[in-house]
């Protein structure tokens, strides 16, 4: 009964969200593409303080859900722990689940999807229904050195709500082990193993470039080495997207 009222009420805020709100400023949909430690959820949260846009995490979302053995998180689990991706399906359920909170009423910094063809192609008719489009897409493409030496090095926030991101060597934190800002634990992701990390690398080749090439030339591509600091890539994409902007 409460969760009819609770989902009720959900949809008449987004359609008052669609209906009024995007009528006087529209939503952007900044989507980020790159593979395993390519460094999405960085720049993501970067560009969420610059821009006023929500980050959304598909990654992020599942651990969530897994964390609290939801029928969603139950769902997932293997395919992540396997460094396998979701069935496109559950995925796009829950991202469409997603994009309709409140917190996204700006539009959002997608992370994380879409990572197939098929979900690119969802994700564009999602958002074509709702009379919007993805803004810009971003692929962050680092070499796999720097991929595997960024992945085995993470450490990330317990702290659900915080969730940075350290690197035992390059950005360490403060206090080993505890988080600079929420001053919560980090912990090592259980797909940042090297059995899983080779095995999420050879899926993001396999799926990747179908992906890359829907965006097609419109496709805004960064090669970050691993001397490469955040401050530039942000830099770099920012003036990249002022530029699709004004075009
Ligand atoms: P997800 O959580 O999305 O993992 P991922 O894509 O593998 O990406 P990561 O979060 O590992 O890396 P990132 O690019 O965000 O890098 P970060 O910024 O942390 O997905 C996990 C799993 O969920 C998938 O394997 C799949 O099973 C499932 N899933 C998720 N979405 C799905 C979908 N759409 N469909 C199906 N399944 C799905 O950076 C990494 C490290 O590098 C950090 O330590 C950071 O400090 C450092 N770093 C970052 N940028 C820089 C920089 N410029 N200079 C120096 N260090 C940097």
Redesign the pocket.
Known sequence: MTSTILERSDRTTFWLTRNVLWRLRKPRYIVLL??????????AKLLMEVLGIAHL????V??YEISNNTELGLK?KA??DA????P?SI?FAMLKRELTRWKYRNGAIL??????LV?AKMLDHLLDAWGVGVESAVL?DPDEETLIY??S??LTCSNKSCGR???LV??PPQVPGICDVCKNPLYQ?K??VPEVISE?LS?YRTESKPVCEHYGRGLIVLK?TKE???K??LSEVITALRARRRL
């Open positions: 790159g593979g395993p430690g390519a460094g999405k959820g960085t720049l995490s598909t990654g992020d599942f651990r997932a395919y992540i460094g396998k991706l979701v496109d995925t992370d994380g999807i879409p990572r197939t979900q962050l960024r992945l090095n993470r991101t350290y690197h390059s950005k992701r797909d940042d999420r899926t970050p490469t600091t955040e530039t890539v």
